[in-house]
């Protein structure tokens, strides 16, 4: 069965970078189209940034300018460069199909601080 593996993670201080990996078990992310999504405490988990399979790129406006994401089809492997970071960043991150992520796919995430 498919699953997706996310690192990358850690504490870092505002205005720092950060870049995160997801590895997928199988083909999925040479497939489909993928997004990372995020879930801070008390929120709803929500859409960060997608890329299809050609390399076509959204970001949420409270990124843009700040991360990208990218994807390495050899790899099967899709990444997140996060610059500039905010407090308001802090998450756990998550990798996934975009639109309609499977919920079987939803893995551990990999938690994301950004404090001083």
């Known amino acids: 069965q498919e699953h997706l593996v996310e690192s990358g993670g850690g504490l870092v201080h505002p205005g720092g970078s950060l870049r995160l990996s997801c590895a997928a078990s199988?083909?999925?992310?040479?497939?489909?189209?993928m997004g990372w999504y995020r879930q801070a405490p008390g929120k709803q988990r929500e859409l960060v940034a997608s890329i299809t399979r050609g390399g076509t790129t959204t970001y949420a406006d409270s990124v843009k300018g700040r991360f990208t994401i990218s994807r390495d089809n050899a790899q099967n492997a899709m990444y997140l460069q996060m610059n500039s970071l905010k407090p308001e960043d802090t998450a756990v991150y998550y990798c996934?199909?975009?639109?309609?992520?499977?919920?079987?796919?939803w893995g551990q995430g990999t938690q994301v601080t950004v404090s001083s």
């Open positions: 996934n199909k975009y639109p309609n992520p499977l919920p079987a796919l």
């Open positions: 199988g083909s999925i992310i040479r497939l489909l189209s």
